[in-house]
């Protein structure tokens, strides 16, 4: 009778676990692939109403001085836009609403290209598959830092790769008005999430101090989580504005 009560306990206990690893799978099936499906889709289609609502999209340049360099490559350098561009002046655009996606990237090294959208809030724009713009940083084109946040894991995961990225390669960012054409200058493998100092206008680790600038510029900054599948440290990667031109 013991026997029997403690097989009945035991089969009983096996199938609680069995029940538990089919939810367990169930659960990181859903964060890995349908989390990544959904946000992908979402942000696909985003893209594609951006760009009907300003026509035909951008074609990408064709690669040249300083597109897809290896490591310690420099690019040709490329004249900054100044006062006499003849792309509309970005200070004068209004600043997007909440959550609304307003921009295009686009970083050929890593084949990305996901919509922008402001403020880096997880349910309205993280976990949709979007890049968030940090709303007290400059906009695209901007003087300043143009600081942006994305997932590098599950819900789309557009900044997975940016480790990747090397010093010279391009990136753009697609507004209604202009394209902002961004080269990778220098990166910062891993750094406390406190770190406020790589989004300031002058972009410098307040940890890492000999990472970042010293002087004003028009900045680009990616920030996303590091390492892998983990939010205890924040990857960066910094570039400079080398190009502007209407759309």
């Given at each position: 009778?013991?026997?029997?009560?403690?097989?009945?306990?035991?089969?009983?206990?096996?199938?609680?676990?069995?029940?538990?690893?089919?939810?367990?799978?169930?659960?990181?099936a859903h964060q890995l692939w349908w989390t990544n499906r959904l946000a992908r889709d979402d942000a696909g289609r985003t893209v594609q109403a951006l760009e009907r609502e300003w026509g035909a999209p951008v074609s990408p340049s064709p690669p040249g001085p300083g597109a897809g360099l290896e490591p310690g490559a420099v690019s040709t350098p490329i004249p900054v836009p100044g006062p006499s561009s003849s792309a509309a002046p970005p200070d004068q655009?209004?600043?997007?609403?909440?959550?609304?996606?307003?921009?295009?990237?686009?970083?050929?090294?890593?084949?990305?290209?996901?919509?922008?959208?402001?403020?880096?809030?997880?349910?309205?724009?993280?976990?949709?598959?979007?890049?968030?713009?940090?709303t007290r940083t400059a906009q695209a084109g901007q003087a300043g830092n143009f600081a942006l946040a994305?997932?590098?894991?599950?819900?789309?995961?557009?900044?997975?790769?940016?480790?990747?990225?090397?010093?010279?390669?391009?990136?753009?960012?697609?507004?209604?008005?202009?394209?902002?054409?961004?080269?990778?200058?220098?990166?910062?493998?891993r750094t406390a999430p406190s770190d406020s100092g790589v989004i300031a206008p002058v972009p410098r680790s307040n940890i890492t101090t000999s990472a970042g600038y010293s002087?004003?510029?028009?900045?680009?900054?990616?920030?996303?989580?590091?390492?892998?599948?983990?939010?205890?440290?924040?990857?960066?990667?910094?570039?400079?504005?080398?190009?502007m031109r209407p759309r």
């Open positions: 009778m013991r026997r029997r009560l403690l097989v009945r306990a035991l089969w009983g206990f096996a199938e609680v676990v069995v029940s538990l690893g089919v939810v367990l799978l169930l659960l990181v655009a209004p600043s997007p609403r909440w959550d609304q996606a307003y921009a295009v990237l686009r970083i050929p090294r890593i084949g990305l290209t996901a919509p922008v959208a402001e403020g880096t809030g997880k349910g309205g724009v993280l976990d949709r598959g979007y890049v968030g713009h940090y994305g997932h590098r894991n599950t819900h789309g995961e557009p900044f997975r790769r940016i480790d990747r990225l090397r010093r010279g390669d391009r990136i753009t960012v697609e507004t209604r008005d202009a394209v902002y054409t961004y080269t990778v200058d220098q990166s910062l493998a002087e004003p510029g028009y900045y680009l900054t990616l920030t996303t989580c590091t390492p892998e599948f983990s939010s205890r440290y924040r990857l960066v990667v910094w570039g400079k504005l080398t190009a």
